[in-house]
T-cell receptor
Framework: ETGVTQTPRHLVMGMTNKKSLKCEQH?????MYWYKQSAKKPLELMFV???????ENNSVPSRFSPECPNSSHLFLHLHTLQPEDSALYLC???????????????FGPGTRLTVT | GENVEQHPSTLSVQEGDSAVIKCTYS??????FPWYKQELGKRPQLIIDIRSNVGEKKDQRIAVTLNKTAKHFSLHITETQPEDSAVYFCALPNSGYALNFGKGTSLLVTP
């Protein structure tokens, strides 16, 4: 599969569970992102990794823990979530430049998370 | 990061009419202005973008205009078709390597 892939596509978890979301990009990009999409905040940036280094944590609660082992893979580890964390979690990747120039972000299909 | 205000939140037009969505910002240093389209149940995709060295860019029926003095940029869709129905997001670079997205405009094109 090409582009940006995410697994699983759907996840239902209890508040005491621990689960992980996985994202993989096949585009040779050096930056990867996690977004939360909900009715209240349509595209809310959570984390940014550039060349495997976390460059941004947008005031995300510690029950969300990102991991970027290499430029092609990004994980979001979840534990003791709340029902209000139910949302679509989108991963994206893009090329970035040292100058700070931004380029197109390519999104994955998302993981629909339901916390019960 | 840079906040962006997007209006309207919903827009309904008749097929064949034009649609305009506007975003305003405050940071005069902003230099990249993309627009994304998200169809129902699908992922957001870039449809057009503009950098600060030009005032307008067109791609077939869509165009983006930039007014740096007034600090706003707009998406224009002409001759709208039902398949243009989607949510449209404007975005601005933040202080890092990411984009801050507007709240989206839900466009409905009725036949």
């Amino acid at each position: 599969e090409t582009g940006v892939t995410q697994t699983p596509r759907h996840l239902v978890m209890g508040m005491t569970n621990k689960k992980s979301l996985k994202c993989e990009q096949h585009l040779g990009h050096n930056a990867m992102y996690w977004y939360k999409q909900s009715a209240k905040k349509p595209l809310e940036l959570m984390f940014v990794y550039n060349f495997k280094e976390q460059t941004e944590n947008n005031s995300v609660p510690s029950r969300f823990s990102p991991e970027c082992p290499n430029s092609s893979h990004l994980f979001l580890h979840l534990h003791t979530l709340q029902p209000e964390d139910s949302a679509l979690y989108l991963c994206a990747s893009s090329q970035t430049a040292v100058s700070g120039t931004l380029y197109e972000q390519y999104f994955g299909p998302g993981t629909r998370l339901t916390v019960t | 990061g840079e906040n962006v205000e997007q209006h309207p939140s919903t827009l309904s037009v008749q097929e064949g009419d034009s649609a305009v969505i506007k975003c305003t910002y405050s940071d005069s240093a902003s230099n990249y202005f993309p627009w994304y389209k998200q169809e129902l149940g699908k992922r957001p995709q870039l449809i057009i973008d503009i950098r600060s060295n030009v005032g307008e860019k067109k791609d077939q029926r869509i165009a983006v205009t930039l007014n740096k003095t007034a600090k706003h940029f707009s998406l224009h869709i002409t001759e709208t078709q039902p398949e243009d129905s989607a949510v449209y997001f404007c975005a601005l670079p933040n202080s890092g390597y990411a984009l801050n997205f507007g709240k989206g405009t839900s466009l409905l094109v009725t036949p």
